[in-house]
């Protein structure tokens, strides 16, 4: 019921930016908080950041300092935005959605996955 688009990702040198959008549409009633997973390969799936609908945040501590998560519920849509983008941040990234948070998760809807390359 809840559809998630992704985009923003690409190809950026080390210490460089990129901003990750998610714009969700259908039941936004059902959904609370709403973030990014990212995988790759080789690697296990981590959570890298993710915001309640109160605005509440959660960071993985290897991209706590450099990545900010903010939502736009006028729009529909989670932000996050990456900056000091390092090698081992490369990945794709799939936006999700949640009933409730990552607290006691029960994620309703996944995006696409937008890949993030940073060279070194």
């Known amino acids: 019921q809840v559809q998630l688009v992704e985009s923003g990702g690409g190809l950026v040198q080390a210490g460089g930016s990129l901003r990750l959008s998610c714009a969700a549409s259908g039941s936004i009633s059902s959904m609370n908080a709403m973030g990014w997973y990212r995988q790759a390969p080789g690697k296990q799936r981590e959570l890298v950041a993710a915001?309640?609908?109160?605005?509440?945040?959660n960071y993985a501590d290897s991209v706590k300092g450099r990545f900010t998560i903010s939502r736009d519920n006028t729009k529909n849509t989670v932000y996050l935005q990456m900056i000091s983008l390092k090698p081992e941040d490369t990945a794709v990234y799939y936006c999700?959605?949640?009933?409730?948070?990552?607290?006691?998760?029960?994620?309703?809807?996944w995006g696409q996955g937008t890949q993030v390359t940073v060279s070194s």
């Open positions: 999700y959605a949640d009933r409730y948070s990552w607290i006691s998760s029960d994620i309703i809807s």
């Open positions: 915001i309640t609908g109160g605005g509440i945040t």
